[in-house]
């Protein structure tokens, strides 16, 4: 090992990058909660990826509902059927797909906003940054959910229309967090160093803010996707969710006009809830899971 | 005990200033808070006025409901509601009657806005007082026990039930707190009434206990989804005190454990929780609009998804910005509260 | 019997560090026991231990033996009544040892209403009496934490333990991180209190000298063992251990020429307390190691009268005066050590004698390399308080091949004056000049000026991104500038100036696998890639440890032969200027105040604010000059002399003697030279120049 050429500094890049994330599984296995919400977030994409084979599009067909409306679970149909006389399990299967997607994609859109505008805030001084944290703290105390009401109100409804009324008003915790670190990233001596060595904004917030704050921004998007999908089954019951498409939201919103509450078909309310909360509940499991071992500062043992 | 007293006398010369000092900062401090609350109301004013004029369809045609109407009795409509008026004329008309206090005339109930928001806000007030009350306490309480024990089984259950619970949906709890409890499942016979406020009739101490009866499942359903957070933030904030060296000069001095918590962890780590439990009612104000509109409570959430259903324009830009002013009002006053609480900011 | 009587004590904590590993130890009523040591040897922990204050998981073994009674064996309800009443704790940085929303007075009533039957005026009344004795107002009482100064809160913290008149009082790192003054006064306070009140004291610190000077006995630790025990003095200047020889070495005396250009330190780091190295621990690192101390350990045993060290050159029947060998001329860095022991050659005594020489006659001395000229720098006061003038008029030249210190108390604008010079900050008024050139505040400008000016900060664990490997953080400077030629090469290159060879196996580790003192190294390969003519070194060495700190400056001073760089380091410590500086700038309150050759303003002074810090050093002959109060404040800068509310000149009349008081209280000093290069802001020094008025004071 000794006597062969040294590799190039890209390849040993490279092969520290594959240490480090060797060695961040290796943290992330001890924490059990951590790991539960992980296989559960691979089974629930897993069954959501093979859906078209498993399911098939036909699921969602109103016309070609192969039973009765309302009936209860059944060896036909393993959690009943709903007003239409679909197949509940079909319905749930092929809902995972848009609640996942919408809230992967939201909370993407979200904490990117996030992070641009946390860590500009956090490296500028000054005016821009006095600005941009009056609009983030005049977001933060909006409520978020009426804003995105209003969002989802205003345009038309489609699955585009959710992801934007969900990111663009979810994102100002995350500015907050990220300026939050960008400020204590920027107080080190080494920023200060940087700049004694000449470095220039863009130098100091891509070598040395961006590497810092990227942990944070990882663990916030997995708890902002479980936002993001309890927000979206949200706006999916009341009514603003695309209703061409088939969401777990949608599916309570059916079960709700449909008069299941009165008549007490639990049936029909009980799968879609318990998937919702299970997803977000393992998405948060995850970031958490994901923040403790990278910012070990909490659960400093005394 | 002489010299004790000789000693006091030069002393409060010395601190009056910086007394003063302290008082002048504060002062410029809160008037900073209130300055930007004042700025973030404008903006909601502004916001609340241009997105709702965007919402596609002609609020004249939802006020009429279909019936076939002449075009006159429509531009007596529109003239009823200024919406003949340029769109500049009827921000200004809007910004100059919010400032009085006139929030304009619902369509849909053709009755002042402001009347019908104050005939709901009690109601509103009521529910998401009691659960604010119960939902904090039960989150702090929880949440320093979760953290003076953490990693142990105690700390694991409860942070993990409150994790649970925080991943529910609002309005899929309470339908199935009313189907459990309200309609009755198997052998459980309905407890609780599915919805509204009063059963109707009642009076006096009657009157009391039907609306307590009533308020029961919303304000589990409100409890059961907010604590966790206030939980989460406690035992974050309590955790990082834990290592700190203050804790250990309390332990050499002598201090048993409970006291060493409750003395000197505790009120270091709810002072950011305060803020934290204000900056998430933002949260709370969309629990409260899905769990009346779930339970059929005469409050502003209920009358808000009625409102937007329709859309009755006037009202929606009122309650938005009811909501929105509520959550600003509350987090100024934690601005203006903390530097009281925390003898560290305010310098 | 003794008081305390520490018996084989063992520490081990829950990660299976062991910290302390079996130290004896014992302490009789009044009596003042000094434990010193570097990070990492277990004095903290000891400090713990004793009270059992050690986090929950920590395994502990031996006795510790408190008027008789083992604390190790008591139950915990006993252990609370032990706890302050028995014995309490004054700890390190009272910042964060009080708690911040507390009124200081409460916490100091809390001990007295626990253990004392007291009501609650009682314990307010005790609390005052208490803040009066260590010199506080006892108005006080009714402040938090935050609005009292570093100095203010120590001496809370010291009123705290005094509470309910303990017999023992434990004190950690008390002066750690107060200046020299303020130090100054808390140990005269606590020494003062322990002697009238016939306290028993246990102090533990780093700073050797400190420890000498205020203690009886004097134990040194080293990986979590008593090396070396015996009279305070005795160990500090006749060390028989070589651990305790070289951490007394690291504290130079002030005029020694043999510590003159020569600091002193030993190679590698202080081990860490999970690794601990086989036989003595110490063999790594010990410059007299003999083949067998890698395999045999070392006990105490006698070495003279009432003195105890660990070393195989002591004899095991009691000993001749010296008989650790000296370390031969080229140190021999032992086995493992290698990597951070780059077989520092001390300098000989270098260009000192040339510098001078050309110091003595400035009108032909070449144009120096940097200078300011009137240089101010002010900050607006926040919330429209006053303006502060951190730097307030400053004039500096420093010359090619030259290292200049800049001593000062913190706040004195030190730290602003070195930002302002590398452009950091531009000033408010005057000007900087390089290579004879003003400093252009253009962007452009700027970055071809921070090629050839660098900085070095204090903390090198901080000055490096922890997710940047060691050849990115070397190589940054060479990105930012767009660097041509062989980068590998440059990078390694600077790595092996530095010291870290050979530098290919720094390349990919990352600042925490590294020690304090590689850090070090790392940061200052990082300044010389780009190939400078100046460093500028803010507090070099303040972060790292005692033993460790030679090693840097030496390779400072090697660097200076070697490529002829020039250097003004940024310092708090006289002690550091006499090892390394050819001048030294004494500054306070915005303004340089002396001047000088380092021989010349360190041997004889004529600023009496030089004179009182100088005379505080715990080393110096005479009677220290304590200044009382506070560093002021620089938004407040008194019109006249801006030292004459503290200076001991005026407060002792001499100054009126002399006829200069009124020009003290309403003229400004110019700075004049007193004959050579050396030169004094002060009215009386300059009527005085002749004598010496450091004679005067005292």
């Not at chain 3, 304590?626 to 800068?637: K, N, T």
């Amino acid at each position: 090992m000794t006597t062969t050429t040294p590799p190039g500094p890209r390849a040993l890049a490279w092969r520290r990058r594959g240490h480090s994330a060797a060695r961040f599984w290796k943290q992330y296995r001890t924490r059990r909660a951590g790991v539960l919400g992980l296989a559960v977030l691979v089974l629930f994409g897993l069954i959501a990826l093979t859906a078209p084979l498993t399911v098939g599009s036909d699921v969602q067909s109103v016309t070609e509902a192969p039973g009765q409306p309302l009936e209860s679970p059944s060896g036909q149909f393993p959690l009943g059927t709903d007003r239409f006389g679909r197949g509940l399990l079909g319905l749930l299967i092929w809902g995972a797909r848009v609640s996942l997607l919408v809230g992967l994609l939201a909370a993407v859109l979200s904490v990117s906003i996030g992070a641009v505008i946390g860590i500009t805030a956090g490296h500028f001084r000054g005016r821009y940054a006095t600005v941009m944290m009056r609009v983030t703290d005049w977001f933060l105390v909006m409520p978020t959910l009426v804003l995105a009401i209003a969002l989802a109100t205003v345009m038309s409804r489609s699955l585009g229309t959710i992801i934007l009324a969900i990111g663009v008003t979810t994102w100002p915790t995350t500015a907050r967090l990220v300026r939050a670190q960008t400020l204590a990233v920027e107080s080190r001596p080494y920023i200060e160093r940087a700049k004694a060595l000449g470095g220039g904004h863009w130098h100091i917030m891509s070598r040395h803010v961006l590497p810092n704050v990227m942990p944070l921004v990882l663990a916030q998007t997995t708890l902002v996707i479980s936002s993001a999908i309890l927000a979206e089954a949200t706006l999916a019951f009341l009514g603003l969710g695309d209703p061409t498409v088939i969401s777990w939201g949608g599916l309570l919103q059916d079960a709700r006009e449909a008069g299941a509450v009165s008549s007490g078909d639990w049936w029909y309310l009980v799968p879609p809830g318990i998937a919702i909360a299970v997803v977000a509940l393992a998405f948060t499991l995850c970031g958490r899971a994901v923040e403790a071992v990278l910012n070990p500062r909490l659960g400093v043992a005394r | 005990m002489s010299s004790v007293q000789q000693a006091v006398v030069p002393a409060p010369a010395a601190a009056a200033p910086r007394r003063t000092a302290k008082g002048w900062a504060y002062l410029r401090y809160g008037a900073g808070k209130v300055g930007g609350a004042v700025i973030s109301l404008l903006a909601v004013l502004v916001t609340g006025f241009f997105l709702f004029r965007l919402i596609p369809g002609d609020p004249v045609k939802t006020m009429t409901g279909g019936r076939p109407v002449s075009a006159g009795q429509l531009a007596a409509y529109r003239r009823e509601f200024g919406l003949d008026l340029p769109m500049w004329q009827q921000f200004t008309d809007y910004c100059g009657k919010a400032l009085t206090g006139d929030l304009g005339t619902s369509y849909q109930f053709r009755a002042p806005v402001l009347d019908k928001i104050a005939e709901a806000l009690p109601n509103t007030l009521l529910l998401t007082g009691t659960a604010f009350v119960l939902y904090t306490a039960l989150g702090i309480v929880l949440g320093t026990r979760a953290a003076w024990r953490h990693d142990r089984l105690g700390d694991r259950l409860s942070t993990g039930l409150a994790l649970t619970l925080y991943s529910v949906p609002s309005f899929w709890l309470g339908l199935l707190l009313i189907i459990v409890f309200s309609v009755g499942v198997g052998p459980i016979p309905g407890l609780f009434p599915t919805g509204g406020m009063e059963s109707g009739g009642e009076e006096g101490f009657a009157y009391v206990l039907d609306v307590a009866h009533h308020l029961v499942l919303p304000v589990i359903t409100l409890v059961a989804v907010e604590y966790g957070q206030t939980l989460l933030v406690t035992r974050s904030a309590l955790l990082d005190e834990m290592a700190s060296d203050y804790l250990t000069t309390a332990r050499a001095k002598g201090l048993r454990d409970d006291l060493v918590r409750r003395r000197h962890a505790v009120p270091n780590a709810l002072l950011p929780t305060v803020t934290l439990i204000f900056v998430n009612l933002g949260r709370t104000v969309a629990g409260v609009i899905l769990v009346e509109t779930v339970f059929s409570w005469p409050g502003l959430g209920g009358l808000f998804y009625q409102a937007l259903s329709v859309p009755d324009l006037p009202l929606v830009q009122g309650l938005f910005f009811v909501f929105a002013t509520a959550v600003i009002v509350m987090n100024t006053l934690a601005d203006l509260v903390y530097p009281l609480l925390d003898p560290r900011v305010g310098r | 019997m003794s008081l305390l009587d520490v018996r084989n004590l063992e520490v081990t904590y829950a990660d299976g560090s062991a910290a302390v590993r079996g130290v004896d130890v014992s302490l009789e009523a009044g009596g003042k026991l000094g434990i010193a040591g570097e990070s990492g040897c277990g004095k903290s922990t000891l400090a713990l231990a004793l009270l059992r204050l050690l986090p929950a998981g920590t395994r502990v073994g031996g006795e510790i033996l408190l008027d008789g009674e083992d604390v190790l064996a008591m139950k915990w309800g006993r252990v609370r009544a032990v706890r302050w009443a028995g014995a309490s704790i004054v700890f390190q940085g009272a910042m964060h040892s009080l708690n911040a929303v507390h009124r200081v007075g409460d916490q100091i009533a809390e001990p007295i209403l626990l253990h004392r039957k007291a009501t609650a005026a009682g314990a307010r009344t005790r609390a005052g009496e208490l803040l009066e004795q260590v010199g506080l107002p006892a108005a006080h009482a009714r402040a938090y934490p935050h609005e009292l100064s570093g100095g203010q809160r120590q001496r809370v913290m010291i009123a705290m333990a005094l509470a309910c008149d303990p017999r023992l009082i434990i004190a950690d790192e008390p002066t750690t991180a107060l200046d020299v003054m303020i130090q100054a006064q808390i140990l005269r306070l606590i020494a003062g209190l322990v002697t009238e009140q016939d306290l028993a004291l246990v102090m533990i610190s780093h700073d050797l000298s400190v420890l000498a000077d205020t203690c009886d006995r004097l134990a040194v630790m080293y990986a979590g063992r008593i090396v070396e025990e015996g009279p305070a003095r005795q160990v500090f200047d006749d060390s028989r251990h070589p651990y305790g020889k070289a951490l007394s070495g690291a504290f130079p005396r002030i005029g020694d020429p043999a510590s003159r250009f020569a600091p002193r330190g030993l190679p590698g780091d202080p081990p860490d307390p999970a690794a601990v190295p086989t036989g003595c621990a110490f063999h790594p690192r010990c410059p007299v190691a003999l083949e067998s101390c890698s395999v045999d350990d070392q006990r105490l045993r006698e070495a003279g009268a009432g003195r105890r060290a660990a070393c195989v050159h002591v004899p095991e029947a009691a000993a001749s005066p010296s008989a650790v060998p000296e370390p031969e001329a080229s140190p021999h860095p032992g086995p493992g050590a290698g990597t951070d022991g780059a077989g520092i050659p001390v300098p000989g005594p270098a260009p000192s004698s040339d510098a001078t020489g050309a110091l003595g006659k400035p009108a032909s001395a070449p144009p120096p390399l940097l200078s300011a000229e009137g240089l101010h720098v002010s900050f607006p006061g926040r919330h429209g308080g006053d303006t502060a003038r951190a730097v307030d008029g400053v004039d500096l030249d420093l010359r090619a091949g030259e290292i200049v210190a800049l001593v000062g108390e913190s706040g004195c604008g030190k730290t602003t004056l070195a930002r302002s010079l590398l452009g950091l900050l531009p000033p408010t008024a005057g000007r900087v000049t390089f290579d004879g050139r003003p400093l252009d505040y253009s962007s452009g400008a700027l970055r071809t000026y921070r090629k050839r000016v660098q900085l070095v900060l204090q903390d090198p664990s901080g000055s490096l991104n922890p997710r940047h490997t060691v050849y990115d953080a070397v190589a940054e400077g060479l990105r930012i500038h767009r660097y041509g030629g062989d980068e590998r090469a440059a990078v390694a290159e600077a790595l092996s100036r530095a010291g870290l060879r050979p530098a290919e196996r720094f390349f990919q580790r990352y600042p925490h696998e590294l020690s304090g003192g590689q850090r070090q190294r790392v940061v200052i390969a990082g300044a010389l890639v780009l190939e400078p003519k100046l460093l500028v070194a803010d507090e070099p060495v303040a972060s790292l440890d005692a033993s460790v700190r030679g090693e840097i400056l030496a390779l400072l001073l090697r660097l200076r032969d070697e490529l002829d760089l020039s250097a003004l380091v940024v310092t708090h410590d006289l002690g550091l200027a006499w090892n390394i500086a050819d001048r030294v700038a004494v500054m306070y309150l915005g303004r340089i105040v002396e001047t000088g050759s380092v021989e010349q303003v360190l041997s004889a002074p004529r600023h009496p604010y030089t004179q009182a810090l100088l005379s505080v050093l715990p080393d110096a002959p005479g009677e220290p000059v304590v200044l009382a109060g506070e560093p002021p404040d620089p938004s407040r800068i008194s019109a006249g002399c801006r030292f004459h509310a503290r200076c001991p000149v005026l407060a002792s009349g001499e100054a009126e003697r002399a006829g200069v008081a009124d020009a003290c209280l309403t003229r400004d000093p110019e700075i004049l030279g007193g004959g050579g290069e050396e030169q004094a802001a002060c009215h009386y020094a300059a009527t005085s120049s002749t004598s010496n008025p450091s004679e005067l004071i005292r």
